[in-house]
């Protein structure tokens, strides 16, 4: 079965930067779309970032600005830069991989913002 392994959570002051990495486990076939969502404590799981086989980027408007995704399409790997942190932005984040096998998701990352 395929995991998604995801790097690069932690702990960040406001205003830092963190970059998280997704890849899976063994190649997947066929990924129309690459993304991450997140989940803060009492809230819904929500996507802050998508990213198209044919490079269309879409995020949240929380994070619009802030945020870049980016995907190696060689690797199987898709990256979610996130400069200017705040504290709303704390949450465990996950990827997600769409493909005709269906969604694959990654078991998740903290991401804690404070000083």
């Known amino acids: 079965q395929v995991q998604l392994v995801e790097s690069g959570g932690g702990l960040v002051q406001p205003g830092g930067s963190l970059k998280l990495t997704c890849a899976p486990s063994?190649?997947?076939?066929?990924?129309?779309?690459m993304g991450w969502s997140r989940q803060a404590p009492g809230k819904e799981r929500g996507v802050v970032a998508r990213?198209?086989?044919?490079?269309?980027?879409n995020y949240a408007d929380t994070v619009k600005g802030r945020f870049t995704i980016s995907r190696d399409n060689a690797k199987n790997t898709v990256y979610l830069q996130m400069d200017n942190l705040q504290p709303e932005d704390t949450a465990v984040y996950y990827c997600?991989?769409?493909?005709?096998?269906?969604?694959?998701w990654g078991q998740g990352t903290q991401v804690t913002v404070s000083s």
């Open positions: 997600f991989f769409v493909s005709t096998g269906g969604i694959y």
């Open positions: 063994r190649s997947i076939s066929k990924i129309s779309a």
């Open positions: 990213i198209t086989d044919d490079g269309s980027r």
